[in-house]
């Protein structure tokens, strides 16, 4: 069975910090390329953060220097480390994998991810 449980989500204030977790089971986490996406209601799926097979990281501008993408390849585990927390990053958020060449560039492209956790909830406040 492959699949992936997110967790980690929860309320905080605006300036606070969340750390998401991405536990991926029936896979190897270095055979994959992999990101974080959230979606709000109403709205589509944006992608956050993604990395690709060698590292090399990719974030949103609206994210870009205060979240970090990193993976736990010995516990297959990728993780999405959230800082400065603004109310605008309340959403879904969703770790995404698919599988990928060392030589492929991180995405930040949700069609190219097909496989999905549940998802977990950020909310955040003034």
């Known amino acids: 069975e492959v699949k992936t449980v997110e967790s980690g989500g929860g309320s905080a204030q605006v300036g606070g910090s969340l750390k998401l977790s991405c536990a991926a089971s029936?896979?190897?986490?270095?055979?994959?390329?992999a990101g974080w996406f959230r979606q709000a209601p109403g709205k589509g799926r944006e992608g956050v953060a993604a990395i690709n097979k060698v590292g090399q990281a990719l974030y949103a501008a609206s994210v870009a220097g205060r979240f970090t993408i990193s993976p736990d390849n010995a516990d297959e585990i990728l993780y999405l480390q959230m800082n400065r927390l603004k109310v605008e990053d309340t959403s879904m958020y969703y770790c995404?994998?698919?599988?990928?060449?060392?030589?492929?560039?991180?995405?930040?492209?949700?069609?190219?991810?097909?496989?999905w956790g549940q998802g977990t909830q950020v909310a955040v406040s003034s």
């Open positions: 029936g896979v190897t986490l270095k055979s994959y390329c």
């Open positions: 995404g994998l698919t599988p990928c060449a060392r030589s492929d560039d991180p995405s930040l492209d949700q069609a190219e991810y097909n496989i």
